[in-house]
């Protein structure tokens, strides 16, 4: 039985998969190849890049025209910027996936020889006395390209291009370089120039950047619909929206999920049961909370400056953005923000880790218990529990804010991290925020026996009058109990105008909006 893979490349007869090259453009790609241009091909991880990479080997070679090799160069990573033995150990692992995929053992033959004579420029020696000795043009493609730092990334680059114009008799015909990024995005801090360069300075050779996207509706449903046509479990309707509405189709997380939900789940392998998006839903919890490798490097990306610059107005709702187009491009294509407008974070689930990740630590820190906000019936206290974080928040801001990294979203962490904490214990939190909108918008769902209680909390900072922001505010926060069909919706106003009295700056009553929706006002 095939099974959902989340690691390593997919192999057809084990895992369920979208033929890799079916995500490809794969004319544009035949065509430049046929006129031999050097491209790149990028996406964030653990989107299909290597499985993309290793079908096009195998069709090229099974085609004839070229001798295709795929060569992971990570290795070398660790090597850092000493460029002789981090080329060693690229020379070494060229040779060998020559050897395992093609039979070809003629680098195996010289490129100890080569290294010896020309050290840090072996690299394009070797690829010349290659292609000079190959009976079809070469075709190489080179991964984890941008896991190289430096002069030894430099390195490879300029010897790449150096070689360029004795292609295809005497360098390979076509290079494709992958990675994370896009080669023109690079700055390389170069020790021996004590300069830093471009990427595309470096590889000014470039011909075109793909760009490896998600899944798309047909192709998650595609997917799934393996599982059912192998072991006879269906997923219902609201199942496959939601694996499509919280992935957005991000392929590692569209694997997890299934793979969480058919295999190791509470319904794990009762291929009786339908996959509900109750099950779905789940299964994101478990995968959120063990802090799964994909996403906890995801989370640790946002420790990086140019990362907080772009994430944090997105979290607080700031009109303003202090980020440069790079800090932007360099984001995207992490994937961790979507690609298209507007600003936003890339799906629901990382939109949900991250203030989460933030946050973590402080959860922990918290003496609240879910007990002391639930009544004998297990219904949410939501008054009482905004009321004993409108007392904390009055005593504890000012420190627990300055431990934040994002001090300027640190208010609406600081609540999210609050009632996270409550709400662990059997709700979830659903989150919407983005740059430019103003406010942080929290839907609470709590089970209550059959049915789930659902509640709006809606945080804004003070930027107008207070009249002008509760104004507003009444009219967003009806506006998305309306979308969401809650019961009941809180608007928090932070007030961060320096030399304000708590004693003016805090306050609770209810007002109604003009849709006649009762809504209670907290100000902090």
Known sequence: MRFFNTSGPVVAEDHYCIPPLERLNLAKVRRLIRDKRYFVLHAPRQTGKTSTLLALRDLLNAEGAYSCVYVNIEGAQALREDVERATQVILGQLASWARATLGDKFLDAIWLDILAKYGPGALGEALTRWAEASPKPLVLLIDEIDSLIGDTLLA?????????????????????????????????????????????????????????????????????????????????????????????????????LADETCFYGEFAEAWHRPVTAEAIRAAQEQLIQRRETHLDQLADKLKEERVRRVVEPLLSGGEVRHFADRDLEYVRDLGLVAQDRPLRIANPIYAEVVPRELTWVMQEEFEQETAWYVDADGNLDMGNLLSAFQAFFREHSEHWVERFEYKEAGPQLLLQAFLQRIVNSGGRIEREYGLGRMRTDLLIAWPQGEQ?????????????????????????????????????????????????????????????????????????
């Not at 023109?184 to 075109?208: L, M, P, V, W």
């Not at 072991?231 to 991000?250: I, N, P």
């Not at 009806?478 to 004693?503: K, P, S």
Request: with cysteine; aromatic share 8%.
């Open 156 to 256: 490879v680059l300029r010897q790449l291009r150096a070689g360029y114009v004795l292609r295809p008799a005497r360098f390979p015909q076509s290079v494709v370089l992958c990675g994370v990024r896009d080669v023109r995005d690079y700055r390389i801090q170069s020790t021996a120039e004590h300069a830093i360069i471009t990427g595309g300075s470096a590889f000014n050779i470039k011909a075109r950047s793909l760009r490896l996207g998600d899944f798309s509706p047909a192709e998650v449903i595609a997917l799934l619909s393996q599982h059912t046509a192998e072991t006879g479990q269906v997923f219902t309707a609201e199942a496959l929206d939601a694996v499509w509405t919280q992935t957005q189709g991000q392929p590692w997380l569209v694997n997890a």
């Open 452 to 524: 789930t209680r659902q509640f709006v909390v809606e945080c804004k900072v003070l930027h107008k009058s207070l009249e002008q922001t509760v104004a507003e505010g009444l009219g967003q926060t009806a506006g998305y109990m309306d979308r969401c069909g809650a019961e009941a919706g809180h608007l928090v106003i932070f007030d961060r105008r320096a030399g304000r009295r708590w004693a003016d700056k805090v306050f609770h009553y209810r007002r109604t909006a003009d849709s006649g929706t009762k809504i209670d006002i907290w100000g902090m």
